[in-house]
């Protein structure tokens, strides 16, 4: 990769005797936005606190913009903008307030108006910031995250209690950032997100990264499915591809070749004059491969069956 901007290199942290995070490694290049999935408890936001400088490394290395975030501190955060898992605002202070006093601290703010708009708050400007609803308080931390036009952006969940249209407003902030060249670090409980904005993901589990790469390559891991229903006892065909499970009256194929076989069955049909109820055919989702992962490892990350994947 060209031009790296967010760099994690054999990372551990431990809090006790407990590992949290068990050798990370993450190249992101300049642009790039990356999403780190993964269950409650897997690690992924000790890994992106540690990129905002909030946890040292118990071994390995941390490097953002080619600098230490600990050591090098006023040098990385004026470039950075971070958005917490859990912000902490002053619940007496109104949004503009809030951010009027953000902008204080700020190298090159934007104009308090433009950011207001940015995140749809224009409305709830002079609202104490304790009466925000739980969607509301995470645009606001949105706002102040990229006030100063960060280069390198980290967003730990940036739309967990935000209605489907504040989330999508969201995601539109995000794009215009992406856009813009912003290097962009997320993590998220919303596959859906990480489907549409990511440009690559990671899947961590205990401590571990179990899958990572475009989301298109993370969901080719596993095959496509048909299914449909069909009298107990049909007979069914072969697909080259696909393999058969039955149940009841319930028939799944899972295929590496969905139009090549679904198109065998559909002449199939045609030909013996059967009807497939219910027909659906679809690739894996984000979804089914998050949930095969976490049905496959244990909590320190290890597969239980099948060989490991990369
Ligand atoms: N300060 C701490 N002291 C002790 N254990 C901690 C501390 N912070 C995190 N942990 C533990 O480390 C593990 C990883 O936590 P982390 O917050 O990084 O996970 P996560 O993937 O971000 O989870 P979530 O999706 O729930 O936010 C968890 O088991 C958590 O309980």
């Known amino acids: 990769m060209e031009d ?11 809090y006790g005797e407990f590992e949290a995070v068990r050798g990370v490694s993450l190249a992101i290049g300049r642009g790039e936005l990356f999403a780190l999935l ?17 946890q040292r490394p118990t071994s390995g290395e941390v490097r953002v913009l080619g600098l230490d975030p600990i050591a090098d501190r ?10 917490l898992q859990h912000g902490g605002f002053t619940g007496a ?3 503009r307030e809030t951010i009027e006093s953000w ?9 308090t108006r433009d950011m207001l708009e940015t995140v749809e708050l224009a409305d709830r400007a002079d609202v ?4 925000l609803s739980g969607g509301e308080g995470r645009r606001l931390e949105l706002a102040l995250a990229v006030m100063g036009r960060p280069e390198v952006l980290f967003l730990d969940e940036p739309t967990t209690g935000m209605d489907p249209a504040s989330r999508r407003r969201t995601w539109d ?12 670090l997320l993590t998220t409980h919303y596959l859906e997100e990480a489907e549409v904005l990511a440009d690559r993901v990671a899947i961590m589990q205990g401590g571990h990264i179990v899958s990572r790469g475009t989301p298109e390559e993370v969901v080719h891991t596993l095959p496509a499915r048909i299914t449909f229903r069909s009298p107990e006892g049909s007979d069914l065909p072969d697909l080259p591809h696909g393999t058969l499970s039955v ?3 319930r028939v799944a194929y899972e295929t590496r070749d969905l139009q090549g076989d679904l198109s065998q069955l559909l002449d199939w049909a045609t030909a013996t004059g059967v009807r497939l109820y219910g027909l659906s055919a679809r690739p894996a989702t984000l979804e089914d491969v998050f949930l095969d992962i976490a049905g496959e490892h244990d909590n320190a990350g290890h597969r239980l069956e099948r060989e490991e994947v990369r």
Request: proline content about 3%; charged content about 25%.
């Open 247 to 249: 149940d009841g009256d």
């Open 4 to 14: 790296v901007v967010i760099e994690v290199n054999q990372l551990r942290r431990s």
């Open 74 to 83: 006023s040098a990385v955060r004026p470039r950075t903008g971070v958005m």
């Open 103 to 111: 902008r204080a601290l700020t190298v090159r703010p934007r104009a």
């Open 173 to 184: 902030v995000i794009r215009e950032l992406q856009a813009g060249g912003t290097t962009i």
């Open 38 to 54: 993964g269950t409650n408890g897997a690690g992924k936001t000790t890994t992106i606190e540690a990129l905002e400088g909030l």
């Open 128 to 131: 104490a910031v304790e009466q």
């Open 93 to 95: 202070l109104t949004v």
